[in-house]
């Protein structure tokens, strides 16, 4: 009999793992799986489990957020043995899953994770850490990881846009020389995000047909401070409306990646707090892992 890893952030989605465990195990045993079910305590603890024990499974799948996702693949890309791995969201946006089309559903998320197919995903570094699906640094960035997990599991989406217009006071551009592929260019920057999804925050919004998971490449997406209320309003309307390459709002596509600045850049990764850097190298890792989809 095969044997699945089944880790579950207990706090995610409304603790919806905590009761639709059953459910979801269920599934796997009657699919001939022998299931270990450890929920975590505390951050970082799935990424330690599936460093520690991985190699004893046929199979890992997490249920949680994107932050839980993280810690699996974080886990995994450590590893000299790598295993397959199954996602089911349960978290406040799903970024991720949306671009993988995962069900929204645990029972239909739970038997895609075990009858899916091999799907080969890029992973990329930040200096020494591993991200899915975003890296981002300037305005609203720190909203994610700032706004508490009980609040994310009572409003969604709205806790993430509540906590971000109590940081509109704070908003400062960022000064960042960037080199992309051997591009180098140097601004202000209001906010710099390079993504590998089709969905940001579960607000704006990337062309599916052009964003692909797969391709070793990444979307460089950077939005320069405006500098009077006509330039921020054309600002919010390239945005809203997907014209990424304009005077304000650019987008380019590049593998290697590195940000400098003469002070430090807090950063966000997959909507958790991701470290503080004056030089970062971001690198694409083309298909690292294989996630059943």
């Not at 989406?157 to 992309?180: D, N, R």
């Not at 607000?203 to 950077?222: C, F, H, I, S, T």
């Amino acid at each position: 009999m095969k044997k699945l890893l089944f880790i579950i952030n207990p706090m995610a989605g409304r603790q919806q793992a905590q009761s639709d465990l059953y459910k979801m195990v269920k599934i796997f045993a009657d699919h001939d799986y022998e299931v270990t079910v450890y929920p975590t305590r505390a951050r970082q603890d799935c990424t330690r489990k599936v460093l520690e024990d991985a190699g004893r499974f046929d199979l890992v799948v997490c249920c949680g957020g994107d932050g839980t996702l993280n810690e699996m693949v974080s886990g995994m890309m450590q590893r000299e043995g790598r295993r397959p791995m199954g996602y089911i969201p349960l978290g406040s946006t799903n970024d991720l899953a949306v671009s993988l089309r995962l069900p929204t559903r645990v029972e239909e998320a739970a038997l895609q994770a075990v009858t899916g197919n091999e799907f080969h995903m890029d992973v990329g570094t930040l200096n020494d850490r591993y991200f899915n699906y975003i890296a981002a640094f300037g305005a609203f960035t720190e909203t994610s990881y700032a706004t508490p997990q009980e609040i994310k599991n009572a409003l969604g989406h709205l806790a993430y846009i509540l906590e971000g217009v109590k940081s509109l006071g704070k908003i400062q551009p960022i000064h960042v020389k960037i080199t992309a592929d051997g591009e180098a260019f140097e601004e202000d920057y209001l906010f710099g995000a390079v993504t590998n999804t089709i969905s940001l925050g579960g607000v704006l919004k990337l062309d599916p047909e052009k964003v692909l998971l797969d391709d070793g490449m990444y979307e460089l997406l950077l939005v320069k401070n405006p500098l009077n209320a006509i330039e921020a309003q054309a600002m919010l309307t390239a945005l809203m409306t997907q014209n990424y390459d304009g005077p304000l709002v650019k987008m380019i596509r590049a593998s290697d990646i590195t940000f400098d600045s003469s002070h430090e850049i807090s950063w966000t990764i997959d909507g958790e707090y991701g470290g503080t850097f004056s030089h970062t190298h971001i690198l694409n890792n083309k298909n690292a892992v294989t996630l059943i989809v």
